[in-house]
């Protein structure tokens, strides 16, 4: 079992950036592809990217391409989420979610865990 915590939403302005933090304990999540998700009330949940387990690859939604990047540090098992250029449309719930051992994840589907989730809100 994995489990799943993200930190480092809040509050900021357009323009402005955001770090947002996704650290796993269970077991280690090296070998896991980590997505991070985003979801409004209402609407449902939305990839914003990933990085992959085999070469760190990453991918982004063209919505937040060239703005967030995404990192990971396995000898900590974490995972980082940098999102620069915020816009008022960035306003969500931002999650973390993991993959199984050796698995890829393209959609929500893909993904075995998850944390709770971090509130990040972009004023205009």
């Known amino acids: 079992q994995v489990q799943l915590a993200e930190s480092g939403g809040g509050l900021v302005q357009a323009g402005g950036s955001l770090r947002l933090s996704c650290a796993a304990s269970?077991?280690?999540?090296?070998?896991?592809?980590m997505g991070w998700f985003r979801q409004v009330p209402g609407k449902e949940r939305e990839f914003v990217g990933r990085?992959?387990?085999?070469?760190?690859?990453?991918y982004f939604s063209d919505s937040v391409k060239g703005r967030f990047t995404i990192s990971r540090d396995n000898g900590k098992n974490m995972v980082y989420l940098e999102m620069n250029s915020l816009k008022p449309e960035d306003t969500a719930v931002y999650y973390c979610?993991?993959?199984?051992?050796?698995?890829?994840?393209?959609?929500?589907?893909?993904?075995?865990?998850w944390g709770q989730g971090t509130q990040v809100t972009v004023s205009s």
């Open positions: 269970g077991r280690t999540v090296s070998r896991s592809d």
């Open positions: 990085i992959s387990w085999s070469g760190g690859r990453t």
């Open positions: 979610a993991a993959t199984g051992l050796f698995k890829f994840g393209v959609v929500a589907e893909d993904y075995d865990y």
